[in-house]
Antibody, heavy 118, light 111 residues
Framework: QVQVQESGPGLVRPSETLSLTCSVS????????WNWIRQPPGKGLEWIGY????????NYSPSLKSRVTLSMDTSTNQFSLRLTSVTAADTAVYYC???????????WGQGTLVTVSS | QSALTQPPSASGSPGQSVTISCTGT?????????VSWYQQHPGKAPKLMIY???KRPSGVPDRFSGSKSGNTASLTVSGLQAEDEADYYC???????????FGGGTKLTVL
């Protein structure tokens, strides 16, 4: 049974880069689509993007595309998120999740709260 | 790519049925049979309840069902139970760019 778990700093300074890693167990990241989703406090879910092993393909939300980079490391079975030039508006719980071309997302990690503040 | 439209709230008494709608466009909900629904309890991660419009993952009670007509998908919860009180989100495959788009969420209250 596949499980995913987010890790990374809980506090990032404004204008700096947010970096998170998602560790996958119980299955290889060489199949499926690997997604990042975020949820600002008290608000709804926002899809950030996904990465696919085959061809190293990525796809990003148009609203974040200029600041987001996803990557994956098959040797550690992990994939990562980098979000540059963060502001307070990027404060959110960040989730990673396995997905598919049809856009279902399962399972989800427990989420990690990232606060952007000086 | 715009968010899908969900009602902010819905409610029902124990044992009743409630339906939550998710309205998009022909570029997302209406164009593909790829709508999913998620249940999120406070402080918890979302849980997949329905995928591909009407399919239930293993372990999800058959009280949860999904359907679609045109650009609107629906989640129906039958035989409401107290533990069904949660936020529900829909999402869909979107457009030729293969984006993923979410609805704004619906808070379901069991009266």
């Amino acid at each position: 049974q596949v499980q995913v778990q987010e890790s990374g700093p809980g506090l990032v300074r404004p204008s700096e880069t947010l970096s998170l890693t998602c560790s996958v167990s119980g299955g290889a990241i060489t199949s499926h689509y690997w997604n990042w989703i975020r949820q600002p406090p008290g608000k709804g879910l926002e899809w950030i993007g996904y990465i696919v092993y085959h061809g190293g393909s990525t796809n990003y939300s148009p609203s974040l595309k200029s600041r987001v980079t996803l990557s994956m490391d098959t040797s550690t079975n992990q994939f990562s998120l980098r979000l540059t030039s963060v502001t307070a508006a990027d404060t959110a719980v960040y989730y990673c999740a396995r997905g598919d071309w049809s856009s279902w997302l399962d399972p989800w990690g427990q989420g990690t709260l990232v606060t952007v503040s000086s | 790519q715009s968010a899908l439209t969900q009602p902010p709230s819905a409610s029902g008494s124990p044992g009743q049925s409630v339906t939550i709608s998710c309205t998009g466009t022909s570029s997302d909900v209406g164009g593909y049979n790829f709508v999913s629904w998620y249940q999120q309890h406070p402080g918890k991660a979302p849980k997949l309840m329905i995928y591909d419009v009407s399919k239930r993952p293993s372990g999800v009670p058959d009280r949860f069902s999904g359907s679609k007509s045109g650009n609107t998908a629906s989640l129906t919860v039958s035989g409401l139970q107290a533990e069904d009180e949660a936020d529900y989100y829909c999402n869909s495959h979107a457009g030729t760019n293969n984006y993923v788009v979410f609805g704004g969420g619906t808070k379901l209250t069991v009266l």
